[in-house]
């Protein structure tokens, strides 16, 4: 029940209605009997420091920071975190007192997501991460840091590319499409999967690789989680290989804005209880 003394959180972000944050951290809160309440913000575009004012004159207990933000709120901190500052990228702000510090908590969440429920460890595996934005980029980092034998980054523009390869360090590098049938583990960091990607001439929405190139054996974990079964991991399923979808990244990084938050351990199986709930009902209004 919330009352006057019930703490506050939400997340800033255009468009924001769609978000599952608010349906994953109220049940979060509720699960670990913390007297927390979760909201989202529709911050329009060049506004975050002023929603960065308000974090710190109403008090909010942190913020979670979703697209157009994740960069232009850096300026209205006060601290940035390792990976926050590395990315030069915020998800997640926490409020100490009167100091603001940012985080990025997307690539710990990622690995998070394949060693605790998937049983893998990146460390002496081959990646292939296509794509090269936000993304990827804290992908890329994570699995460097994670001992990654190989982090080869796949995209159609060649500077994004080298940039979002440099993240991993020595075993990061810019590669092509069929380097993505070599690899232990290919991720898909960009948003084609999604149905958003429409083509002036109207047709159906590309993969991002040729699924031909895959090989048994490998295994492909798709960011994207809506929906839950993208047509790139349909066909890497119809030849066999294991698929892993985005839902699993997402959970694990409000996990770790939850711990920064509350200091509690989070309560995973609500975590994700919610958020499959919360897509479910998404789906029903969708048809
Ligand atoms: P972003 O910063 O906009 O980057 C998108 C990347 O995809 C860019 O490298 C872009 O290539 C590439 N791309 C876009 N359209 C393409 C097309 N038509 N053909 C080939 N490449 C294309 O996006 P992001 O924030 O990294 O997000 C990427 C995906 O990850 C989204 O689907 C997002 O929902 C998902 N995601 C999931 C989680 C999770 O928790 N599961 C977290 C974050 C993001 P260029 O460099 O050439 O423009």
Redesign the pocket.
Known sequence: MISGATRSAGVIGLPIRHSLSPAIFNAAFSASGLDWAYLAFEVPEGAAGLAMAGVRSLGLEGVSVT?PH?AAVISALDELADDADALGAV?CVARRGTTLIGHNT?GP??VD?LRLDEGMDPAGRSFAV?????????VVRALGRAGASEVVVV???A???EQ?AAFAGAVGRVGVAEDAGEADVVV???????G??V?RTGDP??M?IDPALLQAGQIVVD????PALTPLAEAARARGIRTV?????????AAHAFRTWTSEEPPLEAMSAAAVAALLHRGQEMH
């Open positions: 697209m994740k998800n997307d969440g990622f997501s296509l794509g090269a934005g936000g993304a990827a980029r804290a995209n159609r523009s500077g994004p590319a979002a898909n960091a960009t948003p084609l999967g999604m958003i990607v083509s929405e590309p991002p960011l994207v989680y809506h979808n985005g839902l699993g990244m997402l959970i694990h990084q």
